[in-house]
């Protein structure tokens, strides 16, 4: 969701409709990445949600009382391995023949978790964020997932932490 000044710095994880609760785009990935069933996820609203996964140990998410949480930006589009969707078609095609053939497309995603979404300049798909003026929103996601599979949540610290105090 996009802050005042209209730049996006945090992603919800999770929505309340009618007393249910709803994990969103990035929960839901990791949530199958991890093979996480819904009734194995912990949410405190204002604090945290926690996944426990039997591959990656117990995971603490920080969210606000919204349930969204603070992207740490550390990888822009170029940062990521992208290939272009019909690449990845004509790799499922060319291991759907008989006999099939090896693609390295796929070879290449093999094990890994996969964002799809539209990075092509004019996609109303765009907005700024930290890193860039024009960001495909897929790259939101991309470095939510990142955040939470490498524990690498940004710290809200108190405005008397911030305070450098100079005295001699």
């Not at 004019?122 to 939510?144: Q, T």
Request: hydrophobic share 40%; proline share 5%; net charge neutral.
């Amino acid at each position: 969701s996009k802050d005042d000044d209209g730049i996006v710095r945090k992603l919800p994880l999770i929505y309340k409709y009618n007393n249910d609760y709803y994990p969103s785009f990035s929960l839901s990935l990791l949530m199958g990445y991890l093979d996480i069933h819904p009734t194995e996820v912990q949410i405190w609203f204002g604090k945290k949600i926690i996944l426990n996964s039997r591959t990656h140990g117990v995971i603490r998410i920080p969210i606000n009382a919204k349930g969204e949480c603070y992207v740490n930006f550390r990888r822009n589009l170029k940062d990521f391995y992208n290939d272009n969707f019909v690449n990845i078609l004509k790799g499922y095609s060319l291991e759907l023949k008989d006999p099939p053939v090896e693609s390295d497309v796929l070879k290449s995603l093999e094990n890994k978790l996969v964002v799809l979404g539209l990075s092509v300049t004019g996609s109303s798909d765009i907005d700024p964020n930290p890193l860039s003026n024009e960001s495909p929103l897929l790259i939101v996601h991309a470095n939510m997932v990142a955040n939470v599979l490498e524990n690498d949540f940004l710290k809200k610290i108190s405005w008397s932490d911030s305070l450098v105090i100079r005295i001699g």
